[in-house]
């Protein structure tokens, strides 16, 4: 399809829904892999719910900051009359009528906490609004992550009534109910500042789920690794090291430092990376999502040797 700008194409529910049953319809799943799909209006799509708008480009969107002045924040309020909540209860609704038998439905891509209160003021002025602002971040923090309770809870609920495991972007599928919790953000800020603003709700979304898979975005954020793996309700950690950091597997130190403290992972991988990850890392608990299998030979060779891995 055309379409007059790139708005229009990603609140195209028809285009979502083609493109989910061509996926699936042209894709063999094998090892644990499942056949899935979400409705995806960007990464801020939740600070959208608050009155954000948002700036579509070909992979993703930008929001467009709506407070600049902290004594003035009574306009952002959640509100299910907004485009985007509207939009997504749609996609939603048609991905579950167009899937069934054929793939799982998914959540969207939420982004409470630091990344919401980012989008709502930008992230550059957010870092001075800790130091000048800081009773006004904590108040709207607290009122976001509460909020994101029951927009969660909200689509929860509605896959689940629809007979749905729990799914999202990370492709994981479980009955649990489980999520990815992030903080973007925290590569801006001290580990001190990660703790006093931020890990609290962090951990509190860690309790809200049953289980949970950190995603922890870029070397900037791996200064707060210690303190998320503190966290005993948090089960595994996503590290995505990011474009020109190198590979999955430039980074054994950063996985063994979580299997130690207990945690699981998911790794995204090249498929001539997987003899060094499966040397030096421990098999329980890794979820492992291997990119350049592109033929069945060659995906029976990877589960041959993910076999003798777990053995």
Not at 24 to 38: Q, V
Not at 53 to 81: G, M
Request: net charge negative.
């Amino acid at each position: 399809k055309s379409y007059p700008n790139l708005r229009e194409r990603w609140m195209d529910t028809d285009r979502v829904v083609e493109l989910a049953r061509a996926t699936a319809l042209n894709t063999e799943y094998l090892g644990d892999a499942l056949p899935t799909a979400w409705p995806n209006l960007g990464p801020e799509v939740f600070s959208a719910f608050f009155g954000v708008e948002l700036e579509y480009t070909d992979e993703t969107s930008w929001a467009k900051p709506l407070i600049t002045d902290w004594e003035k924040t009574d306009h952002v309020r959640f509100s299910q009359d907004s485009i985007y909540w509207k939009k997504l209860v749609e996609m939603t609704n048609a991905l579950l009528e167009a899937g069934k038998g054929l793939y799982y439905v998914g959540l969207t891509d939420f982004h409470p906490g630091a990344d919401a209160l980012a989008a709502f003021r930008d992230p550059q002025d957010l870092n001075t609004d800790l130091l000048i602002y800081p009773d006004a971040v904590r108040s709207l923090l607290e009122y976001v992550g509460e909020t994101y309770k029951t927009v969660f809870d909200y689509f929860y609920s509605w896959l689940v009534k629809a007979h749905q495991p729990i799914t999202c972007w990370a492709a994981i599928v479980s009955t649990k109910k489980w999520y990815v919790p992030s903080n973007d953000f925290s590569c801006m800020i001290s580990e001190q500042m990660f703790r006093d603003f931020f890990l609290p709700g962090i951990i509190d979304e860690c309790r809200f789920l049953e289980a949970s898979i950190y995603h922890l975005d870029g070397p900037g954020a791996l200064r707060h690794l210690d303190a998320l793996l503190d966290i005993p309700e948090l089960n595994a950690i996503q590290w995505v090291f990011g474009a020109g950091n190198g590979r999955a597997s430039d980074w054994i130190p950063v996985y063994q430092r979580c299997q130690a403290a207990g945690k699981g992972l998911q790794i995204f991988a090249e498929l001539d990376e997987l003899e060094t990850l499966t040397k030096y890392l421990k098999p329980e608990g890794v979820w492992l999502s291997i990119a350049g299998v592109r033929d069945s030979e060659t995906a029976d060779r990877v589960l041959n040797r993910l076999k003798k891995w777990v053995k």
